[in-house]
């Protein structure tokens, strides 16, 4: 995947993550839990986009574990392994 490609995928996972943080969801998860979700997706993204892929996925895995519903960091998570070719 090209550089050009990856950032445009960061900046569209970034605008679709700040979108479903504002909306409700349909499970309440806690408020401060949303945040802390909502602060390691951003990181996971910021990690990704430095191609440090590891952190990403770290990150991506935390903002899971306060968030299950976050579909933003799922595929980040997902996307951060498939740089990595950890995907088979």
Do not use: W
Request: aromatic share 10%; proline share 2%.
């Amino acid at each position: 995947m090209s550089k050009n490609i990856g950032n445009e995928l960061s900046k569209v996972c970034l605008l679709v993550l700040f979108i479903l943080f504002l909306k409700d969801s349909a499970e309440a998860i806690d408020p401060t839990n949303k945040k802390l979700a909502f602060t390691h997706s951003i990181n996971g993204l910021t990690y990704q986009k430095k191609g440090e892929y590891q952190k990403a996925i770290s990150e991506f895995t935390a903002a899971i574990k306060y968030d299950p519903n976050d579909a933003i960091s799922y595929g980040g998570r997902g996307n951060a392994y498939h740089m990595l070719g950890s995907l088979h």
